[in-house]
């Protein structure tokens, strides 16, 4: 066999092995046709039009936040969309005891899960840290333990139905961001808290997928408003970002980048080169004129 063959004919079979095993499973909206969903978050935003998605899918939806009367719109408008069905649960996810009752409310309403979309996020500042600790703690409970708790109460019907977990994070929760201290510490636990289950289904064999959520500067009203006079960037669309969820959601993938050139692609810097890639995180920011304390 000639030099080159030898050469030639391992590289075509790496070829053909990458070809194969990155193969993705393309997403029909069918997918989401009469399966059971919560979206938490849902009265606004990127949850609002996560909602209405899937109402045009066709799926039963069950929406959830602290606001009715905004709910009480979102589910109207799901089920001229053609939800399957559409209700709602009003409460606050500080309440563990609430994030737990909206997933009973699934079982009765619903009679089981296929698909929880944990968006949720409560109010925080975007400036320099303050030193708050008790803000922090309640951001922790809202951003992330009502988060776990969800998840726990979901479990048994999840690994009945073989669904999904679909968590919402940020870029940062994957990279030190300025003026987002507490928000960032609580997605950073997010990444440990689901990624580390993640690993445990796998050995377990339990067949729940667990998809994390990496998103940019997304133009909901509270992210424009907080960040549009200091952020160097335009915000992406969140009707197209709501889809991107639920399209990794469905396809049970990893994770979903979205934009996923400023997400994948500077991620890919992070741990070889995290001084640079803090430097262009920087470059983002109007730092002359940094957000009032
Ligand atoms: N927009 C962005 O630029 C961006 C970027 C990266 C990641 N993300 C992530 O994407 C997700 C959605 O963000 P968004 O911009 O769409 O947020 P948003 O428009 O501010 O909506 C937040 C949702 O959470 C609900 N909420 C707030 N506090 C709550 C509480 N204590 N209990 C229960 N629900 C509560 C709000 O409704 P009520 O006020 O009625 O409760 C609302 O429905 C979040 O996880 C966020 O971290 C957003």
Known sequence: MGRLQKILIPFLGLVLAFCFYSARENFKPEMLKGKRVIVTGAST?????????????????????????KLQKVVERCRELGAGSAQLVSGSMEDMVFAKRVVEAAEAELGGLDMLILNHVG??????????????????????????????????????SGGSIVVVS????????????????????????????????????????????ILSFIDTESAVRAAADVLQMSPAPKEECALEIIKGGALRQREVYYKYALTKIPLLLRDWAAELLDYLVRQHYRVERPPAA
Request: glycine share 6%; proline share 3%; net charge positive.
């Open 45 to 69: 935003g990127i949850g609002e039009q996560m909602a209405y998605h899937l109402a045009r899918m066709g799926a039963h939806v069950l929406v959830t936040a602290r606001t009715e009367a």
């Open 123 to 160: 109010k925080s500042y975007f400036s320099y840290f303050d030193g708050d600790v008790r803000h922090i703690q309640k951001l922790l409970d809202i951003n992330f333990l009502s988060y776990v708790a969800m998840t726990v109460s979901a479990l048994p019907m999840l690994k009945q």
């Open 170 to 213: 940020s870029m940062a929760g994957k990279v030190g961001f300025p003026f987002t201290v507490p928000y960032s510490a609580t997605k950073f636990a997010l990444d440990g808290f689901f990624s580390s289950l993640r690993q445990e289904f796998s050995i377990q064999n339990v067949n729940v997928s667990i998809t994390l959520c």
